[in-house]
């Protein structure tokens, strides 16, 4: 198994979930934009200081006699 990096690889996504109140910001391409989320949540409930940073990742199964 390693990280699908090819050209017809699903999108490696970026989201964030506040680990107060269990919202979820979208899911992106850029990880800038979750950053983003979580001050714009923080803004808006000051109490929810703690977010955890969630990370879609493709795999793709490599057969040994292919390296
Ligand atoms: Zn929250």
């Given at each position: 198994m390693e990280p699908d990096a090819g050209p017809d690889a699903e999108p490696l996504l970026f989201s964030a979930r506040c680990a107060v109140c269990g919202l979820s910001g979208p899911a992106g391409p850029d990880a800038g934009a979750t950053s983003r989320w979580m001050l714009a949540h923080l803004r808006s409930r000051?109490?929810?200081?703690s977010f955890r940073e969630i990370i879609t990742r493709p795999y793709r199964a490599v057969p040994d006699e292919c390296r």
């Open positions: 000051p109490g929810h200081v």
